[in-house]
């Protein structure tokens, strides 16, 4: 038999798969020129660390977005939309020090750490979000 899913168990997937890719995408950021020696056309060797930094944070702003719009769509409920909000300072973070950073490679090594922060924080309130619509 195959297995049912609901609309929140794969919207919620969504924003794990969002998250987990962005964590890979920040650990290119200190690569690209080792990369690029190597022949390696990561994706951030293919934008340059410029427009990556812009897609960062435009995937960082998409997340928010999609929050909303899944809500609005009732594919999950509000309570996720409001408690994920709650990870914005982290998001907001990740982009500061990208964007400060991304120029020189071992000062924008930590970005990971930064994005992984945000990626398990976000995990618990996407988890706190569905645990809360149950009680209302």
């Known amino acids: 038999k195959g297995v049912e899913s609901s609309p929140e168990v794969i919207a919620s997937g969504v924003f794990v798969g969002i998250s987990t890719s962005l964590i890979l995408f ?3 950021l200190h690569q690209v ?8 056309r990561s994706p951030v060797v293919r934008l340059g ?3 990556a930094t812009r897609v960062l944070r435009a995937a960082l702003a998409g997340a928010g977005l999609i929050h909303v719009v899944f809500a609005v769509l009732g594919l999950l409920p509000w309570t996720c939309a409001a408690a994920c909000l709650l990870t914005l300072p982290l998001a907001l973070s990740l982009d500061r020090f990208v964007t400060k950073n991304h120029l020189v490679a071992v000062e924008v090594a930590p970005a990971k750490i930064y994005a992984t922060k945000w990626h398990a924080a976000h995990g618990i309130m996407l988890s706190v ?8």
Do not use: E, N, W, Y
Not at 33 to 40: P, Q
């Open 33 to 40: 020129v080792g990369d690029t020696l190597a022949g390696k």
């Open 26 to 28: 920040c650990s290119h």
């Open 49 to 51: 660390l410029p427009l």
């Open 129 to 136: 979000g569905l645990i809360a619509a149950r009680f209302m």
